[in-house]
C-alpha cells in the first residue's frame, strides 16, 4: 500500500462515526433510597421552614406542620465494596416509630427542664429575700425592736419568703414525683430525664 493510500485509509477510518471502537464504560447501577418526609411550617413573621428532621420543628408549630413526601433518592452503586456484595451498607433511617419515641422524649425533657428552671429560679429568689431581710434586721437585732415601717416590710419579706418556699416544693414534688410518674404512664422511654 503506498502513502497516499495508507492517509486516505487513515482519514477516510477518522471521519467515520464511532461504531464500538472505543470501549465505553457501562451506566452505573442505581437504587432508590427509602422513602423521606419534608416537614414545612410558617413561623410568627411569615418566614416558610423546612426540615426533613421532625425533632428540628419548633414545639409551637408542630401541630400547624405540614409533612410532605419528599421526591425519591437515587444512589449510585458502586462496583467494588469491601463487602464484595456491590452495595454499601444500607443507611439506617429511623422509623415513625422511632421518631414519635423520639419526639415524645423530647416533650418531657422540655417540661422537665421547665420545672428544672422554676426550681432554680426559686431558690435564688428564696436567697436574695432572705438576704434582704437579714439586711433589714442588721440595725435593730429583731422585729420587734424595729420602727413600725421595718416591721411592716420584714412582714411582707416573711410572707414572700412563704410564697417561694411553696413554689420551691411545689417544683420539687413536680421533678421527683408528678413528672416520672406520668412519663411512665404516658410510655416515655427510661432515660428522659437526662440532661
Known amino acids: 500500500m503506498n502513502m497516499k493510500a495508507l492517509v486516505a485509509f487513515l482519514l477516510f477510518s477518522l471521519s467515520m462515526p464511532n461504531h464500538g471502537w472505543t470501549q465505553t464504560e457501562p451506566a452505573p447501577e442505581q437504587r432508590i433510597l427509602p422513602e423521606r418526609f419534608v416537614y414545612e411550617w410558617t413561623d410568627n413573621n411569615g418566614v416558610v421552614h423546612m426540615t426533613d ?7 409551637k408549630y ?11 433518592r437515587t444512589e449510585e452503586v458502586p462496583e467494588n465494596t469491601e463487602g464484595g456484595a456491590g452495595y454499601p ?11 414519635e419515641q423520639r419526639h415524645l422524649m423530647e416533650e418531657w425533657q422540655q417540661r422537665y427542664h421547665e420545672w428544672k428552671d422554676e426550681l432554680r429560679r426559686s431558690e435564688q429568689r428564696q436567697q436574695s429575700l432572705q438576704q434582704k431581710r437579714a439586711d433589714l434586721l442588721t440595725k435593730w437585732g429583731s422585729p420587734a425592736v424595729a420602727p413600725p415601717a421595718v416591721r411592716e416590710e420584714v412582714g411582707q419579706v416573711d410572707k414572700d419568703l412563704q410564697d417561694t418556699q411553696a413554689a ?28
Open 53 to 59: 428532621d421532625p425533632s428540628k420543628v419548633p414545639k
Open 89 to 99: 451498607a444500607p443507611r439506617s433511617t429511623p422509623s415513625d416509630q422511632e421518631l
Open 168 to 195: 420551691i416544693d411545689e417544683a420539687r414534688h413536680m421533678l421527683e414525683v408528678v413528672l416520672p410518674e406520668d412519663a411512665r404512664k404516658a410510655g416515655v422511654p427510661p432515660g428522659w430525664q437526662k440532661e
Open 62 to 72: 408542630r401541630s400547624k406542620s405540614l409533612k410532605k413526601k419528599a421526591e425519591p
